[in-house]
């Protein structure tokens, strides 16, 4: 049995995520979760909210236990990306590109 959560639309990158996502990959709920609260970065509270989420979607959904959980897999993908203009030398415009993530995190008992 697996459950999951999905945040949508969120305003970071995905590679700035992602990076935080490799780390907690693998590990039981309670140590992804201390990883998380001392990692000093903008996506690993972000991931924190969605994979306390997932765990509560786990116990409360499907009466798994806490105790036996293990983060079977965290993503951040690519979300729709905002366009905006930068004007540059001789009349010039130079785009940036805002990105945003969905984040997501599975869980799994394991057996």
Request: include cysteine.
């Amino acid at each position: 049995m697996e459950a999951r959560a999905v945040a949508k639309y969120v305003r970071i990158s995905p590679l700035k995520v992602n990076f935080i996502c490799k780390e907690i990959r693998g590990k039981q709920v309670d140590e992804a979760l201390a990883i998380l609260q001392f990692t000093p970065k903008k996506g690993a509270r972000l991931l924190e909210k969605v994979l306390n989420s997932a765990i509560a979607n786990a116990e409360n959904n499907l009466s798994l236990d806490r105790d036996n959980l293990y983060v079977a897999d965290a993503y951040a993908n690519d979300g729709p990306h905002m366009k905006r203009w930068r004007p540059k030398a001789k009349g010039m415009a130079y785009p940036i590109i805002k990105r945003s993530s969905h984040i997501g995190v599975v869980v799994k008992e394991r057996e």
